[in-house]
């Protein structure tokens, strides 16, 4: 497994995960939202709040996070690879790469 910040390169294998689990994240039921959280993506790629995790090619996990707003804004993994240490990846680069999120400061929601 390959822990990265997702660039727009990954950005159509990071939507096939989120099209994926979708059902567990209110809101986007519809093309259009799909469309417009694909655009809040590739925004928090640009600024490098936006990890990944690869498995070959395939993007098993994804995180995005608010540095301003010390957040997790989005936590995701695929259904096949939950319970199998891909959450924890996540974590581990944001506290690590990260200094001035801790666990006690980080406000969010977690969904699959």
Request: charged share 25%.
């Amino acid at each position: 497994m390959e822990v990265i910040y997702g660039s727009e390169k990954d950005i159509d294998m990071w939507m096939k995960l989120i099209v994926d689990v979708r059902r567990n994240f209110p809101g986007l039921e519809t093309e259009a939202s799909l469309q417009d959280h694909k655009r809040t993506v590739l925004r928090f790629m640009d600024e490098k709040q936006a990890i990944c995790i690869k498995e070959e090619n395939t993007i098993i996990g994804v995180m995005l996070f608010s540095r301003g707003h010390n957040m997790i804004c989005c936590l995701a993994v695929s259904p096949q690879y939950r319970r199998k240490g891909v959450c924890p990846l996540l974590q581990t680069l944001l506290y690590s790469s990260e200094k001035r999120f801790t666990t006690s400061g980080i406000h969010g929601y977690y969904y699959g």
